[in-house]
């Protein structure tokens, strides 16, 4: 990510490096997971303009983005999904989990009025790689929220599980 910053922009993100090296427990994933939507984006034609944009309700939202070609403006939100291994999904369960997630990360960015703001939201998918194969088959038959403003989830096969042979995962 680094050839694709200009030094203005890494100046902007050194309070998220510094979060996700001083973070103590299992939640610097989702640091890793903003940095990952983050440099898909920047090597996307995208130039990083501000992070933590205040929006018109007070509301932060991770990354204001602007096209290089086109000149206009995005805002991006990104949620953290980490599957729980200790939980028995039937598909229909895990998809309204997740669907659940997206649905509470729009509702509070938004004020529960998600006409007010346009923002793009982009779930990270923390799981294995079965989990990731049956989520990604879930996700259109299921989940489908391909309005205009939620990505395809960016997905990430997750080792923590076998560190102490046991589960140290967090719930969706």
């Known amino acids: ?38 440099n898909n984006c920047l090597i996307s034609d995208f130039t990083l303009v501000k992070i933590e944009e205040t929006l018109p309700n007070g509301k932060k939202i991770d990354f204001h983005l602007c096209h290089q070609k086109s000149n206009k403006s995005y805002l991006v939100e ?21 669907k659940g997630k997206l649905i509470d990360k729009i509702a509070d960015k938004t004020k529960n009025n998600p006409d007010t703001i346009n923002f793009y939201l982009v779930p990270v998918i923390w799981a294995y790689r079965a989990e990731l194969n049956r989520i990604c088959a879930l996700y259109e038959e299921y989940i489908n929220m391909k309005d205009n403003w939620i990505f395809e989830p960016l997905a990430f096969c997750s080792a923590v599980h076998v560190i102490w042979g046991q589960d140290q995962t967090d719930t969706i």
């Open 78 to 98: 990104v949620v953290n999904v980490h599957y729980n291994y200790r939980k028995q999904y039937t598909d229909e369960i895990l998809a309204a989990e997740i």
């Open 1 to 38: 990510m680094n050839r694709n910053l200009l030094p203005q922009q890494k100046e902007l993100l050194s309070t998220t490096l510094k979060g996700m090296l001083t973070n103590t427990d299992k939640n610097y994933r989702n640091f890793v997971g903003e940095l990952s939507v983050l």
